[in-house]
């Protein structure tokens, strides 16, 4: 943990120092850009006919377009730094699952002596929910009955005690979900446990290493234990 906590420091130093460079850029480029604008308006002033001197009216639109373009500079850096510090932020929270427990879409469910962590998602509430656990050869080695369960996302514990009542071996089974209101299917799916292990920075977003299970997006992740 410490070594993520200093790495999220320096990337935080990293990305002020960069934003401060950016800001004095911007704010000189902006300066710019105004002077020009009031040079020439003193400019057209100065040389202006006295016998046709500019209206009161060409006068404010001028100053007016000066305004427009400077707050059009200021909404686009507002713009662009509110863009750049939910960026730092994403990246942050990104960083802080590393070592966390998740649940993403799978049918997979590993038994060891602890007990085995799984999950399931229901499109809409169900009167009851039965998952079937199965062993390798397809045999089903325990069966979950629950009841009144609300639509999302859900996880469950399995001791590893078989329907026989022995202690079923540790090792990788399999999850099925059936789920019923008021006699009818309800649509739905097992989710699989694993651990972030990595987080992965890309032009397309933020993946997440989970294990062996492989990479996944953000809005894969069905829960946080």
Not at 71 to 84: A, C, H, T
Not at 101 to 129: M, Q
Not at 158 to 164: F, H, L, N
């Amino acid at each position: 943990m410490s070594s993520v906590t200093n790495n999220q420091d320096i990337a935080a130093s990293v990305l002020a120092k960069i934003n401060t460079r950016a800001d004095a850029k911007e704010a000189s480029a902006s300066g710019d850009m105004n002077s020009r604008f009031l040079t020439l308006l003193t400019t057209q002033l100065k040389n202006q006919d006295p016998l046709n001197p500019m209206e009161n009216a060409e006068v404010t639109s001028q100053l007016a377009q000066m305004s427009t373009v400077d707050g059009i500079e200021r909404l686009n850096k507002m713009f662009q730094s509110f863009v750049d510090g939910q960026s730092a932020y994403d990246s942050m929270q990104a960083a802080a699952l590393v070592g966390r427990g998740v649940l993403v879409e799978g049918k997979k469910l590993t038994l060891t002596e602890s007990g085995a962590v799984g999950g399931f998602e229901l499109d809409a509430a169900a009167d009851s929910v039965v998952l079937s656990i199965k062993d390798a050869a397809g045999l089903e080695v325990k069966q979950i009955q629950l009841a009144d369960v609300k639509a999302g996302s859900q996880n469950f514990i399995w001791d590893g005690s078989a329907k026989d009542g022995t202690r079923a071996a540790d090792g990788a089974y399999t999850v099925e979900l059936t789920a019923l209101a008021e006699g009818e299917k309800v649509s739905g799916r097992t989710l699989e446990f694993g651990p972030v292990t990595s987080v992965i920075r890309g032009a397309a977003g933020t993946d997440f290493q989970v294990g062996s299970l492989g990479i996944f997006k953000y809005d894969d992740i069905k829960q946080i234990l």
